[in-house]
């Protein structure tokens, strides 16, 4: 038995070691050339109890993912020793067409987790994929390969998620967007939450708020044994980004303002959470975190039918203006050089919305971007944490979208637990406000609980904002059929998440045509 580990014995072996590795692998193994790689691993319990992921499809090809964790919960339950990891890619799902197959080196300074990236795979195609350790083979995982460059043609049907807060909900929505057959799913953040565990909770976290780099890994580990989040990985590639509970609720870049830190050790803590984050997803080599930076914004292509641009509004954000929270605008929500993206991500997005010749142009990203106004009668209260606080640079963005309307903005949004559809306006409060793009607000997978389709602000959200079209505060998700002619989104909603079983239902159906901005109901 190995004297770090009571799951994994070992047989140890010294030599070369033949193997695909992809370039980080690679530097890491280089780094270890006097280590010992078990190639043998014999495991007491499943090691792939985290399931398998596939993420950020290209034409030709994926990355695939999985870590090895046979004690998911405290620590993982592996020896600080790198293993072999063996993957194979078929395509059929009882692999008897294998078309890849190859070794990767799960090192231990990466959580034993392993991020392959495929290449030179078919266009719009489906593929099987699983991992092998030791003795022990993975779950099966399901991909798909996006259509050829210039192929618009063929159809996507996608979802997005947010919130699934573990504590406050079981993920029921999960099931039933699976039995949607997405080919892509796209999660728009607080994919965990930091705080501690909550005695009175559905199910419950373990331990105290999250600060160490192990801390951040069994949480996640913790969300990644649930079966219906598994199964909705296992399913079809994901697009991920964050939000803020991944790291500390409603951060913004290194500023410690909610807690006692100083700036470096604020700094420390968040290079803590994106290592766990970036162990956890399906990212590619690109998004590899540097201490506290991490590149997680990125362009997703879909033949020349959609292209996703994921967003991190949070890594490089100003502070938010006014002290934050919800209240009447102050001088700083006008503040030109405020912005949630930073100077660079907001040219890399402005430049590539300008320039892109997709049918579809998707904003994956975090705060909602409508100005919502939250106070009923004359009184104005908006979100600083949203785009709201951050005016100008919002103008910025919906004049993008103004300039070009052949590029049919979407703007998708997760964040606060509830669905909205919102037309988005320019010139909004000059008497000749225009519609120049759509947002979809997804609802929280299970944060906040079972809901009400009518929560207690729904009147006054609906009384002050003629241009938010729709709000509800069930748990669910969205989805979305993209086409060369329109983008059909079905708000869907499940009755209750306080125990499994809920039913899911769709409340609200809405439509963008092509070239013509704005919702028409469904
Ligand atoms: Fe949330």
Same mark, same amino acid.
């Given at each position: ?64 993912? +999985? ?9 993982? &339950? ?59 083979? !993975?779950? #099966?995982?399901?991909?798909? +390969? ?9 159809? @996507? ?30 999660? *728009? ?29 069994? /949480? ?67 998004? *590899? ?14 033949? !020349? ?20 929270? #919800? ?22 997005? @402005?430049?590539?919305? /300008? ?7 998707? *904003? ?23 785009? !709201? ?8 963005? *919906? ?44 609802? !929280? ?27 509800? &505060? ?22 209750? #998440? ?25």
């Amino acid at each position: 038995m190995h004297p770090e580990s009571p799951y994994v014995h070992a047989l140890r072996r010294r030599g070369f070691f033949k193997s695909t590795l992809s370039l980080a692998a690679a530097a890491a193994w280089a780094s270890r050339a006097d280590e010992t790689v078990l190639q043998r691993p014999v495991f007491v319990a499943d090691p792939f109890s985290l399931g398998v992921a596939s993420g950020d499809p290209t034409a030709d090809g994926f990355v695939i993912w +999985t870590r090895l964790a046979p004690d998911p919960l405290q620590g993982g &339950g592996m020896p600080k020793d790198p293993v072999a990891v063996g993957f194979l890619v078929s395509e059929n799902d009882a692999f008897t067409r294998v078309v890849r197959q190859g070794t990767i080196v799960a090192t231990p300074d990466w959580a034993h987790s392993v991020h392959v990236e495929l290449e030179g795979l078919e266009p719009s195609r489906a593929y099987w994929y699983r991992f092998h350790a030791g003795e022990a083979t !993975s779950p #099966v995982g399901r991909a798909r +390969t996006s259509p050829a460059p210039g192929d618009g043609a063929s159809g @996507l049907r996608f979802a997005f998620a947010s919130c699934q807060h573990y504590e406050q909900g079981f993920y029921t929505a999960y099931a039933e967007m699976v039995a949607d057959d997405p080919g892509v799913i796209v999660h *728009l953040g607080d994919y965990i939450y930091e705080g501690a565990a909550k005695a009175d909770a559905v199910r419950q976290h373990r331990g105290g708020k999250l600060a160490s780099l192990d801390s951040y890994r069994d /949480r996640h580990a913790l969300y990644k044994t649930d079966k219906l989040l598994q199964a909705a990985h296992a399913h079809c590639p994901w697009i991920v980004t964050w939000d803020d509970h991944e790291f500390e609720n409603n951060y913004a870049d290194d500023i410690p303002a909610r807690s006692e830190l100083s700036r470096d050790a604020f700094l420390a803590q968040r290079a803590a959470a994106y290592q766990a984050y970036y162990e956890h997803m399906p990212l590619r080599r690109s998004s *590899l975190p540097h201490g506290p930076l991490m590149q997680l914004y990125r362009r997703v292509s879909h033949g !020349s039918l959609a292209e996703f641009f994921v967003l991190d509004t949070r890594q490089f954000r100003t502070d938010q203006p006014c002290g934050d929270g #919800v209240k009447a605008p102050c001088e700083g929500v006008m503040d030109p050089a405020a912005t949630l993206t930073g100077v660079e991500q907001e040219r890399w997005l @402005l430049d590539g919305f /300008r320039g892109s010749t997709a049918r579809w142009n998707v *904003l994956a990203q975090q705060v909602m971007m409508a100005r919502v106004d939250r106070a009923p009668g004359d009184e104005f209260t908006c979100s600083m944490d949203q785009w !709201s606080g951050y005016e100008v640079q919002r103008r910025r963005v *919906l004049r993008a979208f103004a300039e070009r309307p052949d590029a049919n903005g979407i703007v998708l949004t997760g964040d606060i637990h509830s669905h909205w559809a919102n037309d988005l306006l320019v010139d909004e409060g000059t008497g000749a406000p225009k519609v120049v793009a759509a947002e979809f607000v997804g609802t !929280s997978i299970s944060s906040g609980g079972n809901g009400r389709a009518e929560p207690a602000n729904h009147a006054v959200i609906m009384g002050e904002n003629a241009s938010v079209r729709f709000h509800s &505060g069930q748990r669910g998700y969205v989805v979305c059929d993209l086409g060369p002619d329109r983008c059909e989104t079905a708000y869907r909603v499940v009755d209750f #998440v306080d125990r499994p079983g809920g039913r899911v239902s769709t409340a609200a159906r809405f439509v963008v045509e092509n070239g013509r901005p704005g919702l028409v109901e469904g």
